[in-house]
């Protein structure tokens, strides 16, 4: 199982950023997947949750109507669009398979950090 986090960056506030996820070694149509987020100092913390077929999504308040996760099974790749970007958004993303919990199969993470 591999799961490769892309994307990342050096922003300013109300920019935008799309993180990618390119995973192998597992059938990706077959399991939700989600984005976990954990800044410097801090928890993990829930971003958003996709289910199999790309038809059902979930987002926290703190990025609900900001984030959109997306997922193309034909590419086995996760996406993550992020507008309008905050300070308190800063952290290092990760993608995980199956369940919201760094303790899932997850990739390297990738950085996102907002400062003007």
């Known amino acids: 199982v591999q799961l490769v986090e892309s994307g990342g960056g050096l922003v300013q506030p109300g920019d935008s950023l799309r993180l990618s996820c390119v995973t192998s070694?597992?059938?990706?149509?077959?399991?939700?997947m989600h984005w976990v987020r954990q800044a410097p100092g801090k928890g993990p913390q829930w971003v958003s949750t996709?289910?199999?077929?790309?038809?059902?999504?979930g987002y926290p308040d703190s990025v609900k109507g900001r984030f959109t996760i997306s997922r193309d099974n034909a590419k086995n790749t996760l996406y993550l669009q992020m507008d309008n970007l905050k300070p308190e958004d800063t952290a290092t993303y990760y993608c995980?398979?199956?369940?919201?919990?760094?303790?899932?199969?997850r990739g390297q993470g990738t950085q996102v950090t907002v400062s003007s």
């Open positions: 995980t398979k199956g369940f919201a919990s760094l303790a899932a199969p």
């Open positions: 070694g597992f059938t990706f149509g077959t399991y939700s």
């Open positions: 996709i289910n199999r077929d790309g038809d059902h999504t």
